[in-house]
């Protein structure tokens, strides 16, 4: 699929994993939306680009849908790519003083980052499905973001590894339930990714996390996640697959 003049939108588009989609979709030639809560930034981005921002809250259908109004008035919208975080809960199912984890933190933390996922990937289908088909009968591509954690989600990080676990479940019944329209679904499962996001605490992560990873022995970079989501979207054979980002690691417990 050519990205060069399709429209795109690309929700949690000022994150570290966003940004760095929305500037590599740009620079391929793509239309793209910015849907985010990150107001200044996002339009700071939006701004030095030439691009769109839409103030976008990925768990609200209307909000999500203004932003995709905005991606369709600029063009056919034929990619979607989810990068949007959100507060997540963590701790064990059972604490030391006998309490069991707090069902509130676990049905916020679903609600971000697994319904909200949903709430994007069943609007921008049916929004992608409104547009022509193209050579082979394909009408476009939906990126979503897991994480490694969905598979083996280390101690105290059950509802975060529930969502992920989630969004791993949802990839290949969707590629299926989409695949008569011509829409392709594909996950991206990074694993310990260095974004700005981290802040001063980025150098002592890296020092944490880069030793364990097999190879090469770093973080990943957003730019990496983002080269990724432009080659499975140029690539029309990859669907219904979960692609791990992660230097081959695997979590340990803890």
């Known amino acids: ?79 979607s790519v989810d990068t949007h975080g959100g507060p997540a809960s963590g701790g064990r199912l059972v604490g030391k003083d006998g309490s069991p984890l707090g069902l509130d933190g676990f049905r916020t933390t679903i609600e971000f980052y697994l319904t909200a996922v949903f709430n994007v990937l069943r609007l921008s289908a049916a929004a992608i499905a409104r547009t022509e088909p193209l050579e082979e009968g394909g009408r476009g591509v939906i990126v979503n973001t897991a994480s490694i954690a969905g598979y083996e989600g280390q101690i105290g990080q059950l509802p975060y590894s529930a969502a992920k676990g989630g969004v791993l479940g949802m990839t290949l019944v969707a590629a299926r339930d989409l695949s008569p329209l011509g829409i392709r679904v594909v996950t991206i499962a990074p694993g310990t990714v260095n974004t700005p996001a981290y802040g001063k605490s980025a150098d002592k992560l890296e020092q944490y996390w880069g030793p364990q990873v097999p190879f090469p022995k770093r973080m990943g970079r957003s730019t990496e996640y983002a080269q990724l989501a432009q080659s499975i979207i140029e690539n029309d054979y990859l669907n219904g697959e979960t692609i791990r980002l992660d230097g081959a690691l695997r979590f340990p417990p803890k």
């Open 1 to 79: 699929m050519q990205i060069s003049g399709s429209s795109a939108i690309v929700v949690g588009g000022t994150g570290g994993l966003g940004e760095a989609t929305v500037r590599r979709l740009h620079a391929a030639g793509a239309k793209v939306v910015v849907a985010d809560v990150a107001d200044d930034k996002g339009k700071e981005l939006a701004t030095e680009l030439g691009i769109r921002y839409v103030h976008t809250d990925a768990t609200d259908e209307d909000s999500v849908l203004a932003a995709i109004a905005e991606a369709e008035s600029l063009g056919p919208l034929r990619i």
